[in-house]
């Protein structure tokens, strides 16, 4: 079992910056590849990056690419997200997640959730 807990969330004014945390326990995350995903109100939950567990292979949506950086450290078991130029339509909750194998974009491949962090920003 793998509980994990997102923080870093916050309001910012457009162009602004956010780094967000995803802190693992009950298991190590050295073999799990992590996502992050977000969900605005009234929409669907949207993939926005992925990184295996060597940090190899890493995935971003297009939305985000350029702007977003994923990263980890296995060592803190902690997996990050880097948020430069934020727009108000990168205004969501953020959950990160994890699954066995290299990651993957698809929402319902991945087995652990995070509770997620609010992200708002502003015009």
């Known amino acids: 079992q793998v509980q994990l807990v997102e923080s870093g969330g916050g309001l910012v004014q457009a162009g602004a910056s956010l780094r967000l945390s995803c802190a693992a326990s009950?298991?190590?995350?050295?073999?799990?590849?992590m996502g992050w995903f977000r969900q605005a109100p009234g929409k669907e939950r949207e993939f926005v990056s992925a990184?295996?567990?060597?940090?190899?292979?890493?995935y971003y949506a297009a939305s985000v690419k350029g702007r977003f950086t994923i990263s980890r450290d296995n060592a803190k078991n902690t997996v990050y997200l880097q948020m430069n130029s934020l727009k108000p339509e990168d205004t969501a909750v953020y959950y990160c997640a994890a699954v066995e194998g290299i990651g993957t974009p698809q929402v319902r491949l991945y087995k652990y959730w995070g509770q997620g962090t609010q992200v708002t920003v502003s015009s």
């Open positions: 990184i295996n567990w060597s940090g190899g292979y890493i």
């Open positions: 009950g298991r190590t995350l050295s073999s799990y590849a």
